[in-house]
């Protein structure tokens, strides 16, 4: 059964930043594309950032440039560094596959506020 199980959210200032766990269980995690996704109040979910197999990686025009995914796959691990995080960057994230599938971890809460 997938299991995610992410991390390391928080409150935090304008400026400032945070690095986020997932624990990935359940499945061949080297072969899978993963990615981050997040959730602000009243709106959909978003992609924010994916990395691929070989390590190649992709962001959300909102976030290239502050955000860094990497994964581990000796751990099944998947981080997402957050520099510069502004207001707007106040969400639940959430790490999954990429497409995503159905199975989804309880997220992490990120406010950045003053």
């Known amino acids: 059964q997938v299991q995610l199980v992410e991390s390391g959210g928080g409150l935090v200032q304008p400026g400032g930043s945070l690095r986020l766990s997932c624990a990935a269980s359940?499945?061949?995690?080297?072969?899978?594309?993963m990615a981050w996704y997040r959730q602000a109040p009243g709106k959909q979910r978003e992609l924010v950032a994916r990395?691929?197999?070989?390590?190649?990686?992709a962001y959300a025009d909102s976030v290239k440039g502050r955000f860094t995914i990497s994964r581990d796959n000796a751990k099944n691990m998947v981080y997402l560094q957050m520099n510069s995080l502004e207001p707007e960057d106040t969400a639940v994230y959430y790490c999954?596959?990429?497409?995503?599938?159905?199975?989804w971890g309880q997220g992490t809460q990120v406010t950045v506020s003053s």
């Open positions: 990395i691929h197999t070989d390590a190649t990686t």
């Open positions: 999954n596959h990429y497409p995503f599938g159905a199975d």
């Open positions: 359940g499945f061949v995690f080297q072969t899978w594309v």
